[in-house]
């Protein structure tokens, strides 16, 4: 990233990302539990990007400033910036809705739903680049848009929800996410299994 200096407000987490939203400006952060996680996602979303599958990506993967509440020895609430996990700044996606069909477990898995051939040939797209994306649910997906229209993207591109068929993306490493046991040669060789 450059060095200007961003400093992001905490918006939204999924389980294994979490968003902040950039002052002043229409461009957010997501961050993740390390920096291998954080650009193996970056590639995948550069390159889906680029052909409107997915959200602008804005900068190369780094850390921001984020606000830090603590309770101090008077038991005042205090708040300092500290640096964030790994991650990149992107375009914001509107949340995606299903339109009053009340698709729970996704409209992908409801047969009635008029969203999902939409969600299906943005899949077939995704396809076509090597990927295969298993996570599409509705909270995986987002509109931007594009020539005053608004597309379908998919907003998650976590090594948990897609197989990269080509193996052109980076490896991935668990280590420091949650409930993750890391089979990465250096955490094999950090941590002594096989």
């Not at 294994?16 to 229409?26: E, G, L």
């Not at 609430?77 to 509107?94: D, F, R």
């Amino acid at each position: 990233m450059s060095s200007t200096c961003y400093i992001g407000k905490f918006s939204d987490s999924g389980s294994r990302s979490s968003f902040y939203t950039i002052s002043h400006r229409k461009c957010g952060f997501k961050s993740f539990a390390n920096k291998s996680l954080a650009t193996f996602s970056h590639a995948v979303q550069t390159d889906l990007s680029r052909v409107d599958l997915a959200p602008k990506v804005y900068s190369q993967v780094g850390r921001i400033k984020i606000p830090h509440y603590y309770v101090d020895k008077k038991f005042n609430t205090q708040k300092k910036l500290v640096l964030s996990h790994w991650g990149y700044l992107t375009e914001i996606a509107k949340p995606f809705k299903c339109n009053g069909n009340n698709c729970c477990e996704g409209c992908l898995f409801n047969y009635s739903c008029k969203n999902k051939e939409k969600i299906e040939e943005l899949l077939d797209n995704i396809s076509s680049f090597g990927i295969n994306y298993h996570d599409a649910h509705n909270d995986n997906l987002g509109y931007v848009i594009r020539n005053k229209k608004r597309v379908l993207v998919i907003v998650d591109f976590g090594a948990e929800s897609l197989t990269d068929d080509e193996g052109i993306y980076p490896d991935v490493c668990w280590d420091g996410a949650e409930d993750t046991f890391c089979e990465c040669k250096e955490c094999q060789r950090r941590y002594c299994y096989e």
